[in-house]
């Protein structure tokens, strides 16, 4: 398009420049009159005297008017067809969205949301984020994420992020008010959802806690002790750092829910093989709402255990497979 403008731009100039030598005529009527050839408007108040300059008219009613028609035909086309593009594609996130289950509902992606939305995509869960400003909706709809452009404060914007069917829900707005309303709305519209809140001041915290939130934190506090550690344990750090965020090791961390036909159920650390077969670590057992940390080699693995695995990508994949085929091979028994 660009190209058939700059030869829009010559075609002019040169109409202008052909006018003004063959014609008696400033420049500001000749520019008219090339205009008025090339637009096929010829309102007929200025006349060409000379064989020359109806030359001149001639070459510009063949070429400047197949010029000026086809840079006007590719406006348009560009116009229209980026509407329909913009309409299309909203119409196809909004169904995207109806169509979510058991998804992760972000609630502003300023700073720290964005950056919950990176790691989210990274782990490759279900999620839809809403965002009041519009520069920063439009802009993670560019870089293909599910936006929803309205106030995270009012129970229609949560019930168009499908909230009756979500599994959680992240508020991290600017404002711990802000983020009390959210809790508050989404606890009444799903009791059951689980809601984790970003807090600025130390004092919303209670008041979170109380609006429903399961879990309160706090980015500047969690910077500051990376900061703090940073210092004092600095190999510590970059160890725990490059484990998480270096893409070629791929460590994870993983919840294992122990199921009734498990093969795992009523073994040991020692005798399940977990460590042996697949390299996975045991780092905790959350039982009845309480954390076994670093749980021995005796420790018992019961139905219902929520096990804390730690390890690489592929370790983790084997963890399951393993499992599940001695499940298998138990119910065939």
């Known amino acids: 398009m660009w190209n058939t403008f700059l030869?829009?731009?010559?075609?002019?100039?040169?109409?202008?420049?052909?006018?003004?030598?063959?014609?008696?005529?400033?420049?500001?009527?000749?520019?008219?009159?090339?205009?008025?050839?090339?637009?096929?408007?010829?309102?007929?108040?200025?006349?060409?005297?000379?064989n020359?300059?109806?030359?001149?008219?001639?070459?510009?009613?063949?070429?400047?008017?197949?010029?000026?028609?086809?840079?006007?035909?590719?406006?348009?086309?560009?116009?229209?067809?980026?509407?329909?593009?913009?309409?299309?594609?909203?119409?196809?996130?909004?169904?995207?969205?109806?169509q979510l289950e058991d998804h992760i509902i972000v609630c502003g992606a300023g700073r720290v949301g964005r950056q919950v939305l990176y790691r989210l995509r990274k782990e490759g869960a279900r999620y839809v984020v809403i965002e009041q400003q519009e520069d920063l909706a439009n802009e993670l709809?560019?870089?293909?994420?599910?936006?929803?452009?309205?106030?995270?404060?009012?129970?229609?914007t949560l019930k168009?992020?499908?909230?009756?069917?979500?599994?959680?829900?992240?508020?991290?707005?600017?404002?711990?008010?802000?983020?009390?309303?959210?809790?508050?709305?989404?606890?009444?519209?799903?009791?059951?959802?689980?809601?984790?809140?970003?807090?600025?001041?130390?004092?919303?915290?209670k008041k979170l806690l109380r609006a429903g939130a399961d879990k309160v934190i706090s980015p500047a506090i969690l910077g500051g002790w990376r900061m703090a550690m940073s210092i004092l344990k600095p190999i510590s750090v970059e160890y725990i750092e490059t484990v998480i965020h270096d893409h070629n090791i791929e460590m994870e961390m993983e919840e294992l829910r122990v199921d009734p036909a498990s093969c795992l159920v009523g073994k040991t650390l020692s005798s399940s093989g977990?460590?042996?077969?697949?390299?996975?670590?045991?780092?905790?057992?959350?039982?009845?709402?309480?954390?076994?940390?670093?749980?021995s080699a005796t420790e018992e693995i019961l139905q219902g255990d929520l096990l804390i695995v730690f390890g690489l990508r592929e370790q983790l994949h084997r963890l399951e497979q393993v499992a599940a085929n001695i499940t298998k091979l138990q119910s065939l028994v």
């Open 274 to 295: 977990i460590k042996q077969q697949t390299g996975a670590m045991i780092l905790a057992i959350l039982r009845n709402k309480q954390v076994i940390s670093n749980p």
């Open 160 to 205: 168009k992020a499908r909230i009756d069917r979500a599994k959680g829900l992240i508020t991290a707005l600017p404002e711990d008010s802000l983020n009390v309303f959210v809790t508050l709305t989404a606890k009444g519209l799903n009791s059951g959802i689980h809601v984790v809140a970003r807090m600025d001041k130390l004092e919303s915290e």
């Open 52 to 98: 020359a300059g109806h030359i001149v008219l001639l070459v510009l009613m063949m070429v400047g008017v197949g010029v000026m028609l086809y840079f006007a035909g590719l406006m348009m086309a560009f116009m229209i067809e980026g509407q329909l593009a913009g309409v299309y594609g909203r119409r196809k996130m909004k169904k995207k969205i109806e």
């Open 7 to 50: 030869v829009l731009l010559i075609t002019i100039f040169s109409g202008t420049v052909g006018i003004i030598m063959t014609e008696p005529l400033s420049l500001a009527k000749a520019f008219y009159l090339t205009i008025q050839t090339i637009t096929t408007v010829g309102y007929g108040d200025i006349e060409v005297h000379s």
């Open 141 to 156: 709809i560019e870089e293909g994420f599910l936006v929803i452009q309205s106030d995270a404060t009012q129970d229609e």
